[in-house]
């Protein structure tokens, strides 16, 4: 089965296109600046990727160009769009209604636009990458996966804030998490790697990119995890401040004038790595100017190592203790010096990095010393994968149901 995999963000539409039976990438691509005049649309796969300038009003056009180059041209990974048998898309919020991937229907829709308020930009960008591909592939069957489903396990002690009850009631102000198909991902690769049931184990997840997240998945189920309401909450990341006092939150907007959503701009575009250092979100820019005696670039290093620190204790002790640490995505799949910083002085709780296997490049690997107690396992994530599973996993659930359908595209019709 083909399944189209699509990520659409406020300004941008991402793509893959995966043969899940194969586990086979067959082509991907991306389409930025939607709606402005500088948009332009890549895609191929890695040589044969190719930048096209096109004009693209809305999410619409974007679509309509990103079928026409997986139907032809030099890159293109199909013959005809009946070659593609599904639609797998990618949701930031699904609040307390859906605790799993679900096909895509027209209620589902509408608590996909009812969540919208928790994620303003995603959800309403999501509406409007489903409504692009129920035009131009009326016939395809579409899963929708969530970002948050993962956490639905999460008891109510984790999940509620300590603020006034009525808030939750009529706000649903509560924990949702975010990253959570990546969380899922790495717990099941990781327990793969270890060649254990995912049941027997207990897991601390470190999602650290750009965007970092953390989550305790006890026995297989989410405990506890570092994002919050919002994608704000947690460690600290690129641009995000992550958790501070919140008393600092009406402080700052009274004494520099700001308005809520100019704090908000602050809180998620200028803090983190890039407020500190002054320099970049990018943490290698960050570390190359740490070598050089930048002192802020060293102490926002720091802060980011220390950050995940503590987390990495406080989940050991939600759990009672851990088996593995799996890292993943740009940082922690790639700088050895922030795992090395982030592991120094774990020892007495077990923890012991081996610094030859650190330094080490490679795909799934452990890194952790023989004689850690608790593994350290890296995982490149793929969330496109997972969707691309979950809509396979779906569409097969429901083929098989209805009695004399053969054709997954059959049972919207
Ligand atoms: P992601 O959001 O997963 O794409 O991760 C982006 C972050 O990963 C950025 O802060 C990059 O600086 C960081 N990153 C990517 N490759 C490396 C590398 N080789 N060494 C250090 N950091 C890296």
């Given at each position: 089965?083909?399944?189209?995999?699509?990520?659409?963000?406020?300004?941008?539409?991402?793509?893959?296109?995966?043969?899940?039976?194969?586990?086979?990438?067959?082509?991907?691509?991306i389409?930025?600046?939607?709606?402005?005049?500088?948009?332009?649309?890549?895609?191929?796969?890695?040589?044969?990727?190719?930048?096209?300038?096109?004009?693209m009003?809305?999410?619409?056009?974007?679509?309509?160009?990103?079928?026409?180059?997986?139907?032809?041209?030099?890159?293109k990974?199909?013959?005809?769009?009946?070659?593609?048998?599904?639609?797998?898309?990618?949701?930031?919020?699904?609040?307390?209604?859906?605790?799993?991937?679900?096909?895509?229907?027209e209620?589902?829709?509408?608590?996909?636009?009812?969540?919208?308020?928790?994620?303003?930009?995603?959800?309403?960008?999501?509406?409007?990458?489903?409504?692009?591909?129920?035009?131009?592939?009326p016939?395809?069957?579409?899963?929708a996966?969530?970002?948050?489903?993962?956490?639905?396990?999460?008891?109510?002690?984790?999940?509620?804030y300590?603020?006034?009850?009525?808030?939750?009631?009529?706000?649903?102000?509560?924990?949702?998490?975010?990253?959570g198909?990546?969380h899922?991902?790495?717990?099941?690769?990781?327990?793969?790697?270890?060649?254990?049931?995912?049941?027997?184990?207990?897991?601390?997840?470190c999602?650290?990119?750009?965007?970092?997240?953390i989550?305790?998945?006890?026995?297989?189920?989410?405990?506890?995890?570092s994002m919050?309401?919002?994608?704000?909450?947690?460690?600290?990341?690129?641009?995000?401040?992550?958790?501070?006092?919140?008393?600092?939150?009406?402080?700052?907007?009274?004494?520099?004038?700001?308005?809520?959503?100019?704090?908000?701009?602050l809180?998620?575009?200028?803090?983190?790595?890039?407020?500190?250092?002054?320099?970049?979100?990018?943490?290698?820019s960050?570390?190359?100017?740490?070598?050089?005696?930048?002192?802020?670039?060293?102490?926002?290093?720091?802060?980011?190592?220390?950050?995940?620190?503590?987390y990495?204790?406080?989940?050991?002790?939600?759990?009672?203790?851990?088996?593995?640490?799996?890292?993943?995505?740009?940082?922690?799949?790639?700088?050895e010096?922030?795992?090395?910083?982030?592991?120094?002085?774990?020892?007495?709780?077990?923890?012991?990095?081996?610094?030859?296997?650190?330094?080490?490049?490679?795909?799934?690997?452990?890194?952790?010393?023989?004689?850690?107690?608790?593994?350290?396992?890296?995982?490149?994530?793929?969330e496109?994968?997972?969707?691309?599973?979950?809509?396979?996993e779906?569409?097969?659930?429901?083929?098989?149901?209805?009695?004399?359908?053969?054709?997954?595209?059959?049972?919207?019709?």
């Open positions: 089965m083909n399944v189209l995999v699509i990520n659409a963000g406020s300004s941008s539409l991402k793509y893959q296109l995966l043969n899940v039976e194969r586990q086979e990438l067959l082509a991907k691509g389409c930025e600046r939607v709606g402005s005049a500088e948009s332009f649309h890549k895609h191929g796969l890695d040589e044969n990727e190719r930048v096209i300038d096109a004009h009003a809305d999410h619409d056009d974007a679509m309509a160009l990103v079928l026409e180059s997986l139907t032809s041209g030099p890159a990974a199909v013959d005809s769009l009946a070659e593609i048998d599904a639609v797998g898309h990618r949701i930031v919020q699904g609040g307390k209604y859906f605790d799993r991937s679900v096909l895509i229907d209620d589902v829709v509408a608590k996909i636009d009812e969540l919208a308020e928790l994620a303003p930009l995603h959800n309403k960008a999501a509406l409007m990458g489903i409504r692009a591909c129920q035009k131009h592939m016939d395809v069957p579409m899963v996966v969530f970002d948050t489903s993962f956490f639905q396990t999460l008891p109510p002690k984790a999940y509620m300590p603020l006034p009850y009525e808030l939750y009631e009529k706000y649903a102000i509560r924990k949702y998490g975010a990253h198909t990546s899922r991902y790495i717990s099941e690769r990781a327990a793969a790697v270890l060649d254990e049931p995912i049941d027997e184990l207990k897991l601390i997840t999602h650290l990119g750009n965007g970092c997240s989550s305790a998945i006890d026995h297989g189920v989410a405990v506890d995890t919050g309401l919002t994608p704000l909450d947690g460690l600290m990341m690129g641009t995000r401040c992550g958790a501070i006092d919140p008393a600092i939150v009406p402080f700052v907007m009274e004494h520099e004038g700001l308005s809520p959503a100019e704090m908000n701009d809180m998620n575009k200028k803090s983190g790595l890039l407020g500190i250092s002054g320099i970049s979100n990018d943490l290698r960050v570390r190359d100017a740490s070598e050089k005696g930048d002192e802020r670039a060293m102490l926002a290093y720091d802060m980011y190592s220390n950050s995940v620190k503590k990495i204790g406080q989940y050991i002790a939600v759990m009672g203790g851990v088996d593995a640490i799996v890292l993943t995505a740009g940082v922690g799949e790639n700088c010096k922030m795992r090395r910083l982030i592991f120094t002085g774990l020892q007495p709780l077990g923890i012991i990095l081996d610094e030859e296997k650190n330094r080490q490049r490679g795909f799934e690997r452990e890194i952790s010393a023989d004689s850690s107690q608790v593994k350290i396992i890296i995982i490149p994530t793929n496109e994968y997972m969707i691309a599973r979950d809509t396979y779906i569409i097969h659930e429901r083929v098989g149901m209805e009695d004399g359908v053969h054709d997954a595209a059959e049972i919207l019709m």
